[in-house]
T-cell receptor, first 114, second 116 residues
């Protein structure tokens, strides 16, 4: 079985500051890793995903994430946030042997202040 | 390209009543998922369909929840009877490539259920 832990439930940050949202996973097999964003009253939207190859993955809206196999982490970063980045962010993992079933973390609420 | 459609967007019922949610996936998407998202938590997969067959329903409370995907397109999720703990947002998602762990899931806006 796999699990995902998002270490911070809320992250307040000022506009134009950098941000890192942390994600750790546990799995006994190789995995694919995803970050989704959820704006208020909307469904989830894919930010980026790691499948294989380069451990640094770039996504939409200036976000990037780095896969660290030894630390079983997949932290999300953005060098300069905007007010519009205020949302809930979810890290998710799928087992390479279990089809397309996603296991989500509990989410991190990013609050960007002016 | 139209996204995943869900209805209704909001539903309020009393406990022990029944309720049904509808989902129309993106055209051509073979795989359809239903998730339950309780307030403050991440989505939890309830059931996964490939075309009109069930791939996994291990986390579906089968004593009260049921789901079907007739003709491999639209899907309905039903709760009968509802309990207070069923209050949540029910998300539908779809993906193009059957059982490909690399494939992106596209989510609908969800149905917010409140059980009183």
């Amino acid at each position: 079985a796999q699990s995902v832990t998002q270490l911070d439930s809320q992250v307040p940050v000022f506009e134009e500051a950098p941000v890192e949202l942390r994600c750790n996973y546990s799995s006994s097999v190789s995995v694919y890793l995803f970050w989704y964003v959820q704006y208020p009253n909307q469904g989830l939207q894919l930010l980026l995903k790691y499948l294989s190859g380069s451990t640094l993955v770039k996504g939409i809206n200036g976000f990037e994430a780095e896969f660290n196999k030894s630390q079983t982490s997949f932290h999300l970063r953005k060098p300069s946030v905007h007010i519009s980045d205020t949302a809930e962010y979810f890290c998710a993992v799928s087992d390479r042997n279990a089809g397309n079933m996603l296991t989500f973390g509990g989410g991190t609420r990013l609050m960007v202040k002016p | 390209e139209a996204g995943v459609a869900q209805s209704p967007r909001y539903k309020i019922i009393e406990k022990r009543q029944s309720v049904a949610f509808w989902c129309n996936p993106i055209s051509g998407h073979a795989t359809l998922y239903w998730y339950q998202q309780i307030l403050g938590q991440g989505p939890k997969l309830l059931i996964q369909f490939q075309n009109n067959g069930v791939v996994d329903d291990s986390q579906l409370p089968k004593d009260r929840f049921s789901a079907e995907r007739l003709k491999g397109v639209d899907s309905t999720l039903k709760i009968q009877p509802a309990k207070l703990e069923d209050s949540a947002v029910y998300l539908c998602a779809s993906s193009l490539i059957p059982l490909a762990g690399t494939d992106t899931q596209y989510f609908g806006p969800g149905t917010r259920l409140t059980v009183l």
